[in-house]
């Protein structure tokens, strides 16, 4: 039966005299001549294809979104920065508000870094040597109009080493370069 007469009955399927361009002896779809059996083996090709796809997309989305993630966290940082600086009164108001309508919070906060503290001062260090690094941070402070903070070279807790608080494991550093500082252990330059 030929592709027109199958067409002409209303036939979806025909079976033709000669096998399809790849050897298939099947039947063809009226409409497009297709041979049946090389459509199933496209579809299949195309199957595998979308699956592979699939993991790759979902690779990509997921290394797309950390990075887009780190990239936000970075503008929010530089936003809320850049804030700071051209606010700095209504940046520490809202901090000071934040502290009073957490309350619970920061005092739990401050309850465990002064454990944390007690737990790395062992008995036999001079509590006065710590005392005056403090003192002269607090003067810095006031003479220059820079904030200073007194920071623990090696943090007191800490992933890879915890340090403890003894007057050679202190620095006085600026707010700000303390704040940079975090938590890691900064390397000598």
């Not at 606010?87 to 009073?100: D, G, I, L, N, Y």
């Not at 260090?125 to 002269?136: D, F, L, M």
């Amino acid at each position: 039966m030929t592709r027109l007469e199958a067409i002409r009955l209303g036939l979806k399927l025909y079976k033709p005299d000669t096998p399809c361009q790849l050897g298939h002896d099947c039947d063809r779809r009226a409409p497009s001549g297709d041979c049946v059996e090389c459509q199933r083996l496209r579809g299949q090709a195309n199957s595998a294809n979308r699956v592979r796809d699939n993991e790759k997309q979902k690779v990509y989305s997921r290394r797309y979104r950390e990075r887009h993630r780190e990239r936000e966290r970075a503008r929010v940082a530089e936003t809320l920065r850049r804030y700071r600086e051209e606010h700095p009164e209504k940046a520490r108001a809202a901090v000071q508000a934040s502290k009073k309508r957490n309350r619970p919070l920061y005092n739990a906060h401050d309850a465990k870094r002064r454990a944390m503290k007690a737990a790395g001062t062992p008995r036999w260090a001079a509590a006065s040597e710590t005392r005056e690094i403090y003192k002269n941070a607090r003067s810095l402070t006031e003479l220059t109009g820079i904030e200073f903070q007194v920071d623990h070279i090696i943090p007191l807790v800490s992933d890879k080493v915890c340090g403890l608080h003894v007057a050679w494991n202190l620095q006085i550093l600026t707010a700000r370069e303390n704040a940079a500082k975090h938590n890691r252990i900064l390397e000598a330059a």
